[in-house]
Structures are given as structure tokens and as C-alpha cells.
């Protein structure tokens, strides 16, 4: 099911995590990034359009400074973040040049969303970008607001981009395979829920737990992703950016994920098909 949905969908957001792009230390996963620019590369090539949303810019901060770790003062978390987007990019901008492939960077507010103009301007950037084969790299303005630094809202830029591009897919790359009945970190017996079709009866069963280390949101902030983008039709994955080669494996169908389907009675898009004319 996966796999024939990633196989099918031309226009894919895919969201990393400040969890999956960090080693354990805090410094930037290089690794990582070298094979998600390789699998990107080969989506491209496939005739696929990549939007990338990525965290990251904090704990890039943190290792290029070496200080800081533990300040919890929003103003230095907001330096710090200004410091590692700098690193951030540049590590990206390698990756993706060893493919012949531009970058462009875009820093963005969810508040950005919600006005006309803004939003306009967005889209006119981000078509452009895509139109020429420039993979955009997304992330949160964390200078002009800190929500994302404080509530994991990066999840929610993901969700808003997906609706705004109307993509086929989002991708949500956490450090954790998928979603659970319980915090897998907490509880070892705890399952992966491989579909989801009812997110809101689900959340009466199941229990929703801290985030880890250097994560923001938990996931909460995926779980309200889902919800965003599912009331627009859109379906989402949410899988581990720890696993090697995660999006080829996916495509193969040889791991394991949470799929968030659209429950077709709220979404959006079926609400509008059913309105009269
Ligand atoms: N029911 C659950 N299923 C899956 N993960 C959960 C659950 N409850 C809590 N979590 C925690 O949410 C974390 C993922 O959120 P977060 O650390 O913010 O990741 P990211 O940096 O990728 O945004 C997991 O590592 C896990 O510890
Ligand atoms: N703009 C912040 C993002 C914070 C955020 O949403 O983090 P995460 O919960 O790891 O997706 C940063 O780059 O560090």
C-alpha cells in the first residue's frame, strides 16, 4: 500500500526531523543527508517534484558554536538557530550539488499561511523553484517567531506547505518508525499502527507520550499533520529517517511505516465534490 502510494504520487513534501538529521552527539548527520539527496536525486530523476521541510538548525547551531546546549532562554535558542541554518544549508547545498541539483532556501512563519499576500508569494517562490528543478528546503523563521523552536511546529509548516502545493503525499521522517499505542520509548510491548483511517476514534485508544531528545513537538504535532493534510484528501507517512536508505525501502516496501488515509466523509476536497452547484 505504501509503496504503490509513494510509486504513484508526482508531488511529494517530506519532513526531517531535528531527531533523524542529528547524531547522538548533536552534530549534523552527514551520512544521512548524503543518502537522502541520493534517494532524492533518484525520486527527480523518476519525474518526481520534492519539497523538503527540515529541522535541524538549532542542534547545527549548538555543534558549530560548541556552547549553549542547555540555555533555555528563547533568545538563545533563536541565536542559535541563526548560527546552524547557516550550516544547515551549506550541508545541504554539498549533497545536492554532487547531483548537479540547486537548493533554495525558505524561511517561513505559520502565520505566513494565513495571509493572502504572503501566501501568494510563497507560492510564486515555491512553483518557480520546483518549475526550474530546484529542490526547496524549508524551515521555520525563527528570528520573527518561535513557535516552532518551542512547540515542534515544523510538523505543521510541513502540513501547511503540502496543502498549500496541493502535493499528493507528505512524508514525515521522525526518529521513530511510526506511530504506536504507546511512547515505544516508555513502553516495550507498546505496536506500530501500520493504517490509520479514523485519526480522532484512534486517539481515544491510544496513549500519546513525551518527545525525545532533541525533538520538540512529540508526536502530537505529527499526529495534528495528519489531520491537516488528511481534511485536504491528502494522505500521509510517517517513518523512521533512521533506517538506511528509508525512502527507497519504503518504495520497495520493505519497511515498515504508519499511513494516515483520508477518511473521505471529512476531507475537504470530498466536501467540495459534494456541495451543489
Ligand atoms: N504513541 C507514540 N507513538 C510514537 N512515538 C511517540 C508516542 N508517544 C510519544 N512518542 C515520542 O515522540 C517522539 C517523536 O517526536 P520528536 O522527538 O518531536 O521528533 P522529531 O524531532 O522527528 O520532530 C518519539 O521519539 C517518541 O519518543
Ligand atoms: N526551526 C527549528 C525547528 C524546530 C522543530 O520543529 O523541530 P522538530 O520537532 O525536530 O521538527 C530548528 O530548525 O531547529
Redesign the pocket.
Known amino acids: 500500500m505504501i509503496s504503490t502510494l509513494i510509486e504513484n504520487s508526482k508531488k511529494i513534501v517530506i519532513?526531517i526531523?531535528?531527531?533523524t538529521l542529528a547524531n547522538e552527539d548533536g552534530s549534523i548527520n552527514k551520512q544521512f543527508l548524503k543518502e537522502l539527496s541520493d534517494q532524492v536525486a533518484g525520486f527527480v530523476t523518476k519525474g518526481k517534484q520534492i519539497v523538503l521541510v527540515?529541522?535541524?538548525?538549532?542542534?547545527?547551531g549548538v555543534a558549530t558554536i560548541g556552547k549553549w546546549m542547555r540555555k533555555e532562554d528563547m533568545h538563545y535558542k533563536q541565536a542559535l538557530?541563526a548560527i546552524?541554518?547557516v550550516e544547515?544549508m551549506d550541508a545541504y547545498r554539498k549533497v545536492f550539488a554532487a547531483h548537479q541539483i540547486h537548493v533554495g532556501q525558505m524561511l517561513l512563519t505559520r502565520d505566513d499561511f494565513s495571509d493572502g499576500s504572503r501566501t501568494l508569494n510563497i507560492r510564486n517562490t515555491l512553483f518557480t523553484l520546483l518549475d526550474e528543478g530546484v529542490v526547496p528546503i524549508i524551515?521555520?523563521n525563527?528570528t520573527v517567531s518561535v513557535e516552532?523552536?518551542r512547540i515542534?511546529?515544523?510538523?505543521t509548516l510541513a502540513a501547511l506547505t503540502t496543502n498549500l502545493w496541493n502535493a499528493d503525499l507528505l512524508i514525515l521522517f521522525s526518529d521513530i518508525d511510526g506511530l504506536y499505542n504507546k511512547n515505544p520509548n516508555e513502553y516495550q510491548d507498546a505496536e506500530l499502527i501500520e493504517k490509520v483511517e479514523d485519526l480522532d476514534r484512534l486517539l481515544e485508544t491510544i496513549e500519546v507520550g513525551n518527545?525525545s531528545d532533541?525533538?520538540?513537538?512529540g508526536i502530537v504535532?505529527k499526529l495534528e499533520a495528519a489531520k491537516k493534510v488528511n481534511s485536504y484528501g491528502i494522505p500521509m507517512i510517517l517513518a523512521s529517517g533512521k533506517k538506511q536508505r528509508i525512502l527507497d525501502r519504503l518504495l520497495e516496501g520493505s519497511e515498515k511505516a504508519t499511513l494516515f488515509l483520508p477518511n473521505q466523509k471529512n476531507s475537504i476536497k470530498d466536501q467540495i465534490k459534494r456541495t451543489p452547484k
Open positions: 519532513k526531523g531535528s531527531n527540515s529541522s535541524g538548525a538549532r542542534i547545527a538557530c546552524g541554518q544547515l524551515n521555520e525563527d516552532e523552536i515542534g511546529d515544523n510538523d518527545t532533541f525533538g520538540t513537538g504535532t
